[in-house]
Nanobody, 120 residues
Framework: QVQLVESGGGLVQPGGSLRLSCAAS????????MGWYRQAPGKQRELVAH???????NYADSVKGRFAISRDNAKNTVYLEMNSLKPEDTAVYYC??????????????WGQGTQVIVSS
């Protein structure tokens, strides 16, 4: 009933930038935390960044200073601005949101994943 639609993934050169977007739609009463996770080949899924409704943020150490997460509450959308990209940033990036479909029912939702490839 809640859908997260991602966009912005693709191929980028090292040192380049990419902006990911994820819009939540469907039966939404409220969205608390939104975030981005990634999973590189042979590695476990890891948190990249998350942001609360009040726009408090948290970043993985590996992306601090390079990535910026933001959100537009009116649009139920979260963004991830990725700068100074490195080959090790190559991964499938997943949007995540903790969503209430009504005042009492919260659940974690995930996007389909979007591929980010950082390569020359």
């Amino acid at each position: 009933q809640v859908q997260l639609v991602e966009s912005g993934g693709g191929l980028v050169q090292p040192g380049g930038s990419l902006r990911l977007s994820c819009a939540a739609s469907g039966s939404i009463f409220s969205i608390n935390r939104m975030g981005w996770y990634r999973q590189a080949p042979g590695k476990q899924r890891e948190l990249v960044a998350h942001i609360t409704r009040a726009r408090r943020t948290n970043y993985a150490d590996s992306v601090k200073g390079r990535f910026a997460i933001s959100r537009d509450n009116a649009k139920n959308t979260v963004y991830l601005e990725m700068n100074s990209l490195k080959p090790e940033d190559t991964a499938v990036y997943y949007c995540n949101a903790f969503v209430a479909s009504d005042s009492a029912n919260w659940a974690d939702y995930w996007g389909q994943g979007t591929q980010v490839i950082v390569s020359s």
